[in-house]
Every structure is written in structure tokens, then in C-alpha cells.
């Protein structure tokens, strides 16, 4: 028998780099067109800070079979759209049936979900919190605080990304922005529109 062989990642606590992945990437602000609800506010920080990186992801991906695992870390600056806060540009894994968990390493977050149907659900995330994300739930971290919101996450290898998802129902149908009090609340997105019957069922059994 062919053996893969065990391997070691590290994470740094305070940046959330995670030494021995073999994937990185990064956002940028100027890529991120279309993600806020208010266009006139992004355009604006487009300008000013367009060039700095919004979040970047460090994987280790051994493989992409069936059964194995892929995990990593990722990291979304802290910073405001308006009164949204920054977040990912979300997905839903092209399997639907796979799930994922996202451990908080460091900062203050909200991992914000919204299954097929339209039910959403927005958990606060601290430090060693761990949130199982469901099959068939759309996911995308939110930075509601004021340093780094670093989590650690897991999924299936042959799990997949769809990124198109949220922009065809007009965004997630729940925006998370700032309260008067300094914490953040969920608010029902104006843009967005139901995905229909047919829509579900050909998601349910891609
Ligand atoms: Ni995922």
C-alpha cells in the first residue's frame, strides 16, 4: 500500500499564518464589487484603500479524494462598508451535503448561514468557539470586531466552492451591520429575492 505521509501545520496565534499549508490567497478591497449594499460607500473606499488585502485564506489541501480533509486558516481584516461590516465573499460547497467547522482563533466574528430555503442563522464567534456549519447552508464570516477575526476551518476535500450563489438571489438575504451601541445586528437585506422551487431542487441534488 501506497501510504500518504502525516504532516504538521502550525498556526500563529496573533496573525493566523499557518506554517507547513500549501495554498494561500488573498482579497483585496478592489475585487470585492457587488458584495455591500451600499455601492456608493465601496466605491469610495475602493479609492482610498482599494489595493489592501480585505481577508486571505492559508490551506493545507493534501488531496482532493472523497473522504479526505482540507483545513486551514483564514483571516478577515477588520473594517466597515458604511455600516456593514467587512466580510467574505461567502459560498455554498458545490456538494451540498458536505459540511464544515470554523474554529475562532482569534478576534471577534459572526459566521452568518442561510440555507436554500431562506432560513439564516448569524452566531457570534469569540475565541475557541466552534461552529458547525450544517450541509446545505451558505456560509461567510463577518468582522464585527476590531482586530483580525481568525478561525481555523475543516471540510471535505471533494466538497467544492459555489461562489455565484449569493449574487444570483441578490446577496445574503441578512446583512450584518453596526448597532448604536457599538455590537452588531442582523438587518434583512432590501436586494434580496427567494431562490425558486426548481432553483432548491436542482441545488438539493447537484
Ligand atoms: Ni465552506
Known amino acids: ?25 488573498q482579497k483585496r478591497i478592489q475585487e470585492l464589487g457587488g458584495l455591500y449594499s451600499d455601492p456608493i460607500s465601496f466605491e469610495e473606499l475602493k479609492k482610498l484603500r482599494g489595493a489592501q488585502v480585505a481577508y486571505e485564506v492559508y490551506e493545507y489541501r493534501p488531496n482532493n479524494h472523497p473522504g479526505d480533509l482540507i483545513f486551514g486558516t483564514s483571516i478577515l481584516y477588520p473594517g466597515k462598508v458604511a455600516n456593514e461590516y467587512f466580510m467574505t465573499r461567502g459560498h455554498l460547497h458545490a456538494q451540498g451535503d458536505r459540511p464544515e ?85 442582523e438587518e434583512t437585506n432590501p436586494r434580496y429575492c427567494s431562490r425558486q422551487r426548481d432553483v432548491i431542487q436542482k441545488l438539493r441534488h447537484r
Not at 126 to 151: A, C, E, L, M
Open 101 to 185: 467547522i470554523y474554529y475562532c482563533q482569534a478576534g471577534r466574528g459572526v459566521m452568518l448561514m442561510e440555507n436554500l430555503d431562506g432560513g439564516t442563522k448569524a452566531v457570534e464567534l469569540n475565541p475557541n468557539d466552534i461552529v458547525y456549519v450544517p450541509p446545505y447552508w451558505i456560509h461567510r464570516s463577518v468582522n464585527v470586531g476590531d482586530s483580525p477575526f481568525i478561525t481555523l476551518f475543516c471540510y471535505p476535500a471533494d466538497a467544492g466552492q459555489d461562489y455565484d450563489i449569493i449574487a444570483q438571489s441578490g446577496g445574503m438575504k441578512s446583512l450584518i451591520v453596526s448597532d448604536s451601541a457599538g455590537g452588531w445586528r
Open 1 to 25: 500500500m501506497n501510504y500518504q505521509l502525516p504532516s504538521v501545520a502550525t498556526v500563529v496565534p496573533l496573525t493566523g499564518v499557518l506554517t507547513g499549508s500549501n495554498g494561500h490567497y
